[in-house]
T-cell receptor, first 122, second 113 residues
């Protein structure tokens, strides 16, 4: 079963308008983190925003905010006042903690969704 | 600039060959992660190292191996390459704690011909 689901393969938005990119997740771990990354056509992965499972308030970073609805297991990204430079692929990711068997040390890996391609129109 | 350096940026090689991808994490970061991004599989976690110790393995093929050296840089070795190994390989790093984002390098685009 997919752990991270992004149901919108592509989204279009007019410049200066707000857009919401959907993300739902599946985990039984009470402690987890949710991340959004942006990947422009140049290929690099750019961190946008983080939400911890125990955080009481929705995360915000400039024009980015995360609409975290824990009971519904959703972590939608809201971009306000879209700019042409926002056109890119957006990935939602989840970090679940695990314990390495041999050492007992913690390990963290990100599981990514398939992404949403956002196009901002002038 | 994320502070994570990957070399080379591009690599073209033939099937059956072996290549080594290199990653220098951000200063002070102890954890290194390797990811593979391909059109059909998306972004897949391969392996994590923390201060030289392997901490987690994902969908990493037996033909692939990695290590993290005492200076904390990491190498991903890909051998007996197949056409399907063509992908963008990312290295990411963070302090090691789960509540911090991982910073990604620019990636190495591997093309197997």
């Amino acid at each position: 079963a997919q752990k991270i689901t992004q149901t919108q393969p592509g989204m279009f938005v007019q410049e200066k308008e707000a857009v919401t990119l959907d993300c739902t997740y599946d985990t039984s771990d009470p402690s987890y983190g949710l991340f959004w990354y942006k990947q422009p056509s140049s290929g690099e992965m750019i961190f946008l925003i983080y939400q911890g499972s125990y955080d009481q308030q929705n995360a915000t970073e400039g024009r980015y905010s995360l609409n975290f609805q824990k009971a519904r297991k959703s972590a939608n990204l809201v971009i306000s006042a879209s700019q042409l430079g926002d056109s890119a692929m957006y990935f939602c990711a989840m970090r679940e903690a695990g314990v390495t068997e041999n050492s007992g040390g913690s390990n963290y890996k990100l599981t990514f969704g398939k992404g949403t391609l956002l196009t901002v129109n002038p | 600039d994320s502070g994570v350096t990957q070399t080379p940026k591009h690599l073209i090689t033939a099937t059956g060959q072996r290549v080594t991808l290199r990653c220098s994490p951000r200063s002070g970061d102890l954890s290194v992660y390797w990811y593979q991004q391909s059109l059909d599989q998306g972004l897949q976690f391969l392996i994590q190292y923390y201060n030289g110790e392997e901490r987690a393995k994902g969908n990493i093929l037996e033909r692939f191996s990695a290590q993290q050296f005492p200076d904390l840089h990491s190498e991903l070795n890909l051998s007996s390459l197949e056409l399907g190994d063509s992908a963008l390989y990312f290295c990411a790093s963070n302090r090691g704690g789960g509540n911090t984002e991982a910073f990604f390098g620019q990636g190495t685009r591997l093309t197997v011909v």
